[in-house]
């Protein structure tokens, strides 16, 4: 069984530009969660992506955005980076909100995020 | 809306000595809890969850929770520290739709050999 995993490990941008992560979520997981976590700080939640369908969002504007595609693996978009989007990126995946696995969530490794 | 409260972002232990990371969780409607383990450039494992069963919740790793409602409590414990016990601890919240999680902001556990 394939755990979560995302890519790229580490990316470098500049301010204003845009950025695409990449997850794929653990096999029979139909829902994956996007989480920012700053340095030294707690994960702070992004979206969540239920069967291709956004079911939940934080407190993050909209030029964060994401998709869900029917195989479940999900992107996250930023767009005009800014200096405080620098942060580690988590995905995580989970049977899913309805399936009876409450918070079962399982998380990839992170993408690194550094914007100059 | 839902929050959680880690009180004390570094805590310190001599192996063998018992581990005790505290966590409040502020909920308006009942709440499932959780915590998480994060070690040093890794994802996050989920050590043990609460989500409306027993209140006292066996984990991984010999960690332990008690889910306390009288003092919207859910603190972390383990009899006996061991030098891999050294990472950060995360609580979490969501509610019973599961499309909203709040993490605390972290105790960093050291353990002293």
């Known amino acids: 069984e394939t755990g979560v995993t995302q890519s790229p490990t580490h990316l470098i941008k500049t301010r204003g530009q845009q950025v695409t992560l990449r997850c794929s979520s653990q096999?029979?997981?139909?829902?994956v969660s996007w989480y920012q976590q700053a340095l030294g700080q707690g994960p702070q939640f992004i979206f969540q992506?239920?069967?291709?369908?956004?079911?939940g969002r934080g407190n993050f504007p909209p030029r964060f955005s994401g998709l869900q595609f029917p195989n479940y693996s999900s992107e996250l978009n930023v767009n005009a980076l800014e200096l405080d989007d620098s942060a580690l990126y988590l995905c995580?995946?989970?049977?899913?909100?309805?399936?009876?696995?409450?918070?079962?969530?399982?998380f990839g490794p992170g993408t690194r995020l550094t914007v100059l | 809306a839902q929050s959680v409260t880690q009180l004390g972002s570094h805590v310190s232990v001599s192996e063998g000595a018992l581990v005790l990371l505290r966590c409040n969780y502020s909920?308006?409607?009942?709440?499932?809890l959780f915590w998480y383990v994060q070690y040093p450039n890794q994802g996050l494992q989920l050590l043990l969850k609460?989500?409306?069963?027993?209140?006292l919740v066996k984990g991984i790793n010999g960690f332990e929770a008690e889910f306390k409602k009288s003092e919207t409590s859910f603190h972390l414990t383990k009899p006996s520290a061991h030098m891999s016990d050294a990472a950060e601890y995360f609580c979490?919240?969501?509610?019973?739709?599961?499309?909203?999680?709040?993490f605390g902001t972290g105790t960093s556990l050291t353990v002293i050999p």
């Open positions: 992506y239920y069967r291709e369908e956004e079911n």
């Open positions: 609460y989500t409306s069963a027993a209140t």
């Open positions: 909920s308006s409607v009942p709440p499932y």
């Open positions: 979490a919240v969501t509610t019973n739709t599961g499309n909203q999680f709040y």
């Open positions: 096999s029979g997981h139909n829902t």
């Open positions: 995580a995946s989970s049977p899913g909100p309805r399936d009876g696995s409450m918070g079962e969530q399982f």
